[in-house]
């Protein structure tokens, strides 16, 4: 069975980073394109940031250019979300999954529990 796992998430303060990790079980990593997503309270959920297995290409929602980095520790099977210069809008739950990077949640699969963001002074 696919699953995935995040975690990493707290409260910070405005200007502040956090690292949030997404690990697998029952499969790797490094055979699938991976998406981080967020959903803040009374929001569709949308999507941060992708890494392609194809030939390791990285997307990045306008929003986070610049502040966030998506990376792979293929020997942990885990993806990384480095989250730097954070705003309170940035203020979500986030959920890493499976699928094709450029496309919407529904075409994700395998999501995981999701881990609290809360950027706040």
């Known amino acids: 069975q696919l699953q995935l796992v995040e975690s990493g998430g707290g409260l910070v303060q405005p200007g502040g980073s956090l690292r949030l990790s997404c690990a697998a079980s029952?499969?790797?990593?490094?055979?699938?394109?991976i998406g981080w997503f967020r959903q803040a309270p009374g929001k569709e959920r949308e999507g941060v940031s992708c890494?392609?297995?194809?030939?390791?290409?990285?997307y990045y929602a306008d929003s986070v250019k610049g502040r966030f980095t998506i990376s792979r520790d293929n020997a942990k099977n885990t993806v990384y979300l480095q989250m730097n210069t954070l705003k309170p809008e940035d203020t979500a739950v986030y959920y890493c999954?499976?699928?094709?990077?450029?496309?919407?949640?529904?075409?994700?699969?395998?999501w995981g529990q999701g881990t609290q963001v809360t950027v706040s002074s």
């Open positions: 890494t392609s297995k194809n030939d390791g290409s990285t």
């Open positions: 999954a499976t699928g094709p990077c450029g496309l919407p949640p529904s075409f994700f699969g395998s």
């Open positions: 029952g499969f790797t990593l490094d055979g699938y394109s």
